[in-house]
């Protein structure tokens, strides 16, 4: 039987969400917005683009950013964890500029159509979210929807232990 929490279009919907709010991340070069839904190799993956950014003092701009579509494209259950693969079709204007607000490569005049795709990983033993999300360190209750940063604390809420995190996103292209 597969996932029992998974429901297609609530889970397209989340990744429509969740992809956008990397982009997001990446454009305002803060990784903490979306650390709590991302794998840990993704993760330094994410924070290694936007250092690289920082370090060449430049800017990843996608405007007018919504995504088009979103396929399922491969569901599978492992023997630990299920495994869902996505194709995103987005639209955005995709360009770099630099600190000043020059900009030095891309298009900032129209918008593109890019497809990506993104596995995302729920672990089968993984625990209960519940109603009310709780702070592991502090005990606060927790808004997963802004940033998974506990905001009495500073603890981040990894989903990792409870529900699906982005393992894999082709974001080279992004």
Do not use: P, W
Not at 41 to 59: A, C, H
């Amino acid at each position: 039987m597969f996932d029992k929490e998974y429901h297609e279009e609530e889970f397209k919907s989340k990744i429509n969400n969740m992809f956008i709010q990397v982009l997001y991340a990446i454009m305002l070069q803060d990784i903490d917005r979306v650390r709590h839904f991302l794998n840990e190799d993704l993760e330094k993956q994410l924070e290694q683009k936007i250092e690289g950014l920082k370090q060449k003092n430049l800017r990843q701009m996608y405007d007018e950013l919504n995504v088009a579509d979103v396929k399922l494209i491969n569901i599978t259950e492992m023997e630990d964890r299920f495994v869902i693969d996505a194709e995103i079709t987005s639209k955005y204007m995709d360009y770099q500029m630099d600190m000043q607000g020059k900009i030095i490569s891309g298009d900032s005049s129209r918008r593109v159509q890019k497809i990506h795709f993104l596995t995302c990983e729920r672990y089968k033993n993984g625990k209960s979210l519940g109603l009310v999300r709780r702070c592991k360190s502090c005990g606060h209750s927790m808004n997963l929807s802004l940033n998974g940063k506990c905001e009495y604390c500073g603890s981040i809420y990894k989903l990792e232990d409870y529900d699906y995190v982005i393992t894999k996103l082709n974001f080279n292209e992004l």
